[in-house]
């Protein structure tokens, strides 16, 4: 076990190399499986989900191979058991993304149900219901998604919410079907995007990736590829908030600002001085406070989830009174009542928080209870006078690679503690 400490107070200044995106890479360690051929994936980020992505196919039988680099290798020729089992999947619900692939590729998998998380109860109905239209037989029993088809037909899927592994569940699923297969209200997530790019230099035959339809044209085989990992636009944004919360000046290298637009814009509307090259994005807060920003979450292109709190942590200290509003999940303001020690004024009213900026926190031990609940304390104890302490660290290390050696690097006052 281990915590973070920081020491709030230093005004960050420099630049942060950002690295693969969890979100991409995730689906494209587990689309490798549809392959016939050896693949090989680079920027991939040294993250704790990496791992457990990697022990689960190894566990399934494909050989894995990582480089000092983090290049992973993986020929799924090998694989043979076609099963994801409870202990791995309750710490890691994207593990939810092998059941398309596994299905569409050797005809079965059993697939433990993730059940809920901190966040929200996070069903996978709509995962189950896309792979029954095109054909799937599928039985959930003893907490278990017991799916079987000889071969999957192409099938029309209108989406009823927005999901992002649901998109690219059934979009992996699809490239190996019999005929076409169009997903109507697909996730417009540059991820999903990413994941389609990794499948067509595969082989698969994908239109539409990137918009609200996706049509896939079913093929008898993929091969493998070799293919980069897309930058990671929600590590991006966390430090470019870590700059904005210290008044700072931080510079975010190795990223797609394309793909940033609805968080650039808040950033701007926080009083940031936004300058942007092709693979490059600028903070400069000019020594100033920060003012408060209003903002919903929604799916891509709007606002995205996975920086509310982050956001929700700028707001703490900013100029004036913002209100944020959590649409996409039920329960994602664990992180409130952990602000709220540090002196934070926060009044929570259902999926609503409105925030009043106060002019300082003071440091608190502080618990870690999701992934970007985490980034958003450590955030917050950049700017709280004293020593914060952030404990359950492990949340972090699922989703950000050396957070403390990151920050360190631009001023931040920040070390990790081993406790036993
Ligand atoms: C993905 C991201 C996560 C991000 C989220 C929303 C990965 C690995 N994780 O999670 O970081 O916060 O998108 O941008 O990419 N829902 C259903 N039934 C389903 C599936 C989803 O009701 O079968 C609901 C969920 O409860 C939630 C909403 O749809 O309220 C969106 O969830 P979804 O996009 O599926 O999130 P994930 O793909 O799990």
Redesign the pocket.
Known sequence: MAKILINGGPVLQGEVWISGA??AV??ILFASILGSKTSRIGNVPHLQ?VTTSVELMAQMGAMISIDERMRIEIDPTTLNNHEAPYDLVKTM??S??VLGPLLAKHGRATVSLPGGCA???????????GLELMGADIQVRNGNIEAIAERLKGARIVM?????????NLMMAATLADGITVIENA?Q?P?VEDLANYLIAMGAKISGAGSHTITIEGVDELGGAEYSVLPDR?EAGTYLVAGAITGGKVKVTSVRPETMDAILDKLQEAGAKITCGDDWIELDMQGRRPLAVNLTTS??PAF???MQAQFTALNCIAEGTGVITET???NRFMHVQELQRLGADIQLEGNTAIIRGVEKLTAAPLMATD??ASACLVLAGLVARGETSVDRVYHIDRGYEVIEEKLGQIGAKIRRKQIT
């Open positions: 969890k979100n995730l689906p989900d619900r994207a939810i993304l966040i929200g109860s996070r069903p996978v109905n709509l995962h189950i219901h009823d919410m927005v999901s992002v592994t649901g998109t690219e996730a997530e991820e929600i799916p891509y995205p989830t996975d996409v999940f039920e992934l970007r």
